[in-house]
């Protein structure tokens, strides 16, 4: 790590938007250590099985047709930074098209780049694999992408004292299933996006769009307990281990890493994987799994905050 490096492409921070996004990239990656991609025998074949087979498993499971990105992606610390800091550039585009040119002084750049190298750094040494949309893409055949970060899936196997492949695995199935999620639900990119642009741009008018921010946080709620109830399903193993081991690790970690985790909005994260999972549960005990899938039928079959509360209420909707 070199903090001096870091600090200075923070205090070099310039142009006229809101974060000088190179500068923030350049200083996370200086104090991240990129860890190793010096794969072993068959481990970049065993990613790709490992994608194959889930993918099949749970469109077995889910009945939809989808597929996964054309290449899978094994990265290290330093190659997750630079395909994200894209997406939060592409997020926060929303909201500087708001702000009038020169409103952001340059010490005001200089903080806003220092705070999202920060969350870059952190996040880079933390995230174990991403299924991305890529939302808000300009392009058509940005359609998606599936990142696996071998150094912190080594890292954290060997901290949880977890068989490595048995782990990478349990990951991959997690990541397929997002994508199962897009691929049924053609509508659900553009729903997340005019729900997010929609938020940002009102808080830029010193406002609060309590119904966009709701809206948004009720599908994404959605996204994560699906996710589950198809791991249950479709992955070939007991991962319940796993799950608590994990959870067990990010309780033990230190106040600064708690603070970082709350301002980041992980603690959300997981609200919404809990809450969204006893929604599909109750779901598929009082009905099957195939009326689960009915939320991904159109934006106004997803269950409303107080229907994820009471899926009953839900179910009484959709007539199931």
Avoid: C
């Avoid at 330093?78 to 340059?106: K, Y």
């Amino acid at each position: 790590m070199n903090l001096y490096r870091s600090a200075r492409a923070v205090a070099g921070a310039s142009g006229d938007d809101v974060i000088d996004w190179e500068s923030a990239a350049d200083a996370a990656k200086a104090v991240t250590d990129p860890g190793s991609l010096e794969l072993e025998a068959g481990e970049r074949e065993a990613y790709a099985r490992d994608v194959r087979e889930a993918r099949d498993a749970v469109r077995t499971v889910a009945n939809v047709e989808f597929d996964v990105p054309d290449t899978v992606e094994i990265q290290n610390r330093h190659h997750w930074i630079d395909a994200n800091i894209a997406t939060f550039e592409r997020v926060m585009e929303t909201l500087e098209q708001q702000v009038p040119p020169g409103t952001f002084p340059g010490v005001a750049r200089t903080i806003n780049t220092g705070t999202m190298t920060v969350l870059l750094a952190f996040l880079g040494r933390n995230v174990l694999g991403q299924y991305d949309p890529l939302l808000l893409a300009e392009t058509p055949e940005d359609d998606h992408a599936l990142y696996f970060v071998r150094p912190n899936i080594l890292s954290a196997a060997d901290k949880l004292n977890v068989d490595p492949d048995r782990f990478r695995r349990w990951i991959a199935f997690h990541e397929v299933t997002h994508a199962a999620e897009f691929g049924a639900a053609p509508w659900l990119s553009d729903h997340l996006e005019s729900r997010m642009e929609a938020g940002i741009a009102t808080l830029t008018e010193g406002s609060f769009d309590r119904a966009a921010f709701r809206d948004l946080d009720a599908a994404m709620t959605v996204v994560e307990g699906y996710a589950e109830l198809l791991m249950d399903h479709a992955f070939d193993d007991e991962y319940a281990d796993l799950r608590r081991k994990l959870d067990a690790r990010r309780q033990g970690r230190g106040p600064l890493q708690q603070l970082f985790r709350r301002l980041l909005g992980l603690g959300l994260k997981e609200r919404q994987y809990e809450r969204g999972k006893n929604f599909f549960e109750t779901v598929v005990e009082s009905a099957d799994l195939e009326t689960a899938s009915v939320v991904w039928e159109g934006p106004a079959q997803l269950p409303t905050q107080d229907e994820l509360d009471d899926p009953t209420l839900w179910l009484q909707r959709v007539d199931r």
